[in-house]
């Protein structure tokens, strides 16, 4: 156990130590009464730009546990860590066979971990390949190449995630982000993770965590099979048995569906075996790009060089009197805007950094909130939706994998321009392009309220020369396969839809605590060998 104390303020450039010290300060208590302290958790308050500094809270563990609780019940900045993650339940009964997850993203590594981890021995289908041939496969795409269509940015090992910015912010609150955080470090991602308010590994140190993780599931007797997509399965009295794949067919005595939101055949698959699914909405829209120094500008003022801020990072949203928002989402600080696509003749943005966020441009998605009004009420047609602005982006840049984009200037005088100061980063090259006829008249409207109403808030924003390049449409799952409150699918018994593909996740941290979710599940039901 321990207290934290919370709502300590510092100047940018102060030391942990004096820190830790001006907390116990505030509570009253010495410092040879604490056995262990340190910094909780800090975040960057620049609200003000007259007066930036940080909020820390601040963590320590006393010798006499009973002080700890009378601080809590007395001092309102002062509360229990309530990290505590609980141990799973393990099923005794007779051994049922092996557990199979399909899909080696986040929510299906750190489930899959946690198996491992507790006796069993799961089995991992993943289409695409380790990362090392992986970013191969990407690096040929970006400069020129033919399009993977199995091993690229949505899908490998990793997952989605892996090219990108590691950020590991979520909304969700649940002890078992702690753990994947904590995870995250025992397997080489920097300590500071686990006390940043907005952490984020980077797409370069990500890589060697997600090598060591795999490692630790094969020494844990786990088995992966990379470039391996699960195509169909068998059932037996209303449960999955077998698994056909690419590469031959599998028993499996439960199975962990975590195959992220670009799984589009997989859908199909499992529409066409009745799965129960259903509609569900996402966001569409473009990746704006900015000159970092701008960023950093606008948030911090005349503190825009200070070594001790970090690089400038911001989320902004807008809602019409309608109800129809637009949001800023994945904001990718000294990043690139990285070619995407999983699909032939498709365009798809997305964004990365390396952990040092030290490149010269800042992007962000700027995604307008999509549903069944713009693409209909049938499970799939929100995935044929997102397919079908892919394919037009193709067609509108030339078909040659470049991406249809403007200048900010040029999308609002609706005359198309990629005169610049800033270089955009899309390693396939742009093409200047209209974006009246790739999305409707809503979208197209909603991202001009959109940009107009950010330009009052940040001064970037106002930049007619930053750069739109589109589209953004893999922002998160545009169905949801049902499960029940066991996390288990109401059409199989057997089947346990996890992560973002199945709906139940937005981002690395949230699938990876679905993960864990799912495992704690399985093992109730099913034991280990
Ligand atoms: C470029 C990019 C940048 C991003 N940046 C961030 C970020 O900074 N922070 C953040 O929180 N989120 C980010 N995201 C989103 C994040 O990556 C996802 O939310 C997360 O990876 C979802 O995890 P998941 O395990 O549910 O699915 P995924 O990560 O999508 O993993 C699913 C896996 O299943 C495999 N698969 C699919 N179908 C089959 C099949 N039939 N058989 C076998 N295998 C299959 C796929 O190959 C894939 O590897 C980013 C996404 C992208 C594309």
Redesign the pocket.
Known sequence: MAVIITNIKSSVDEEAESIVKKALKKISVREDEVKKSGIYKSSLDARKQSDIHFVHSVYAELENTSTEKKLCEKISFCQYIDSEVKSPVICRDEYKGRVAV????????FCALVLSENGYKPIV????EPVDDRARSVDGFWNGGSLNI??N??????????????????RIKDPFCRYVLNSFVEFGAPEEILTKAKP?IGTDKLRSVIKNMREKIIENGGEIHFN????DFETKNGKICRLK?SEGSFDAAAVVL??????R??FE?LFSKNIMMQPKPFSVGVRIEHLQEDVNESLYGTFKNNPFLPPGEYQLSYRDREGNGVYTF?M?PGGMV?P?ASEENTVVT????EFARDGKNANSAVAVSVSEKDFGSSPLDGMYFARELERKAFELAGKNYKAPATTVGGFMDNRPSLDSCITPTFARGLSECSFNSLFSKRINSMLSAGLNDFGRKMKCFKKRDAVMTAPET?T?APLRILRNENLVSPSLSNLYP?????GY????????V??IKTAYRIMECYSPE
Do not use: W, Y
Request: proline content about 1%.
């Open positions: 399909i899909g080696f993203g986040p929510a299906g590594l289908f993943e289409r695409g199995n091993s940015v949505q899908f490998g090992e990793g997952g989605a995630g892996t090219f990108s910015d590691g950020k590991l912010t979520t984020h391996t997509t699960v195509t794949t975590a195959v992220g939101n670009s799984a055949d997989t698959m994945c990718c990285v995407s997305n964004g990365m950094s893999r998160s996890c992560g973002e593909g199945a996740a937005g981002g690395i941290t949230s699938a990876a679905d993960g």
